[in-house]
């Protein structure tokens, strides 16, 4: 109703299908979806590479963009090798698909990641989980400071999360 009222913009919205549960009915999934992206709200993978079937929900789902999970990034500071992250960040930009970093604690893992294009990142480097009058006391000072920023660093992604609940965090990227 917002969305048809012109009160919300459509895309501004995004929902995050996550792969850590099975999507029992593809279906009925796919329906209710299309109904939202026919408004204009879009959805992206979360949890990408983490749980149920990554390839079937990228191919059936009409999903415009992933998360890579924490576990893909922690492995920028590993001896492990980013192999499988590589591998991800390749296949989405063969997709054309939006990426979003999760996670991304150091200046390490922030400039590998910017590196290869991926520009959409959140975690504590950025902000730690705040409450809804945090969050709207960053948004004001942060509105503040972009105004006096200069055009050089208007590229610089922002990534604020959100504490719903112990167990329910959102994220908003400015």
């Known amino acids: 109703m917002h969305i048809k009222n012109g009160l919300i913009k459509a895309n501004t919205i995004k929902f995050e299908i996550t792969e850590r549960l099975p999507i029992k009915n593809f279906i009925l999934t796919s329906k209710y979806l299309g109904m939202f992206y ?5 959805s992206v993978i979360d949890d990408i590479g983490t749980g149920y079937g990554t390839f079937l929900y990228l191919n059936e789902l009409g999903a415009r963009g992933i ?4 576990y ?14 590589d591998a ?4 989405a930009n063969n997709l054309e698909l ?3 970093a999760e996670g991304v604690e150091t200046d390490t893992q922030q400039t590998y990641l910017l590196k290869r294009g991926v520009y959409l990142q959140q975690g504590y480097l950025f902000s730690q989980p705040l409450n809804a009058e945090s969050f709207r006391r960053k ?12 055009n ?6 922002v990534t604020l999360n959100l504490l719903g609940s112990k167990t329910n965090t959102h994220s908003l990227v400015l």
């Open 38 to 42: 026919e408004l204009g709200v879009t």
């Open 67 to 70: 998360k890579i999970d924490k």
């Open 72 to 85: 893909f990034i922690d492995t920028i500071n590993s001896n492990g090798g980013t192999k499988i992250l």
């Open 88 to 91: 991800i960040i390749n296949l």
């Open 98 to 100: 939006e990426i979003i």
């Open 139 to 150: 948004i004001v000072i942060s509105n503040i400071k972009r105004d006096n920023v200069e």
């Open 152 to 157: 050089n660093t208007a590229n610089k992604t």
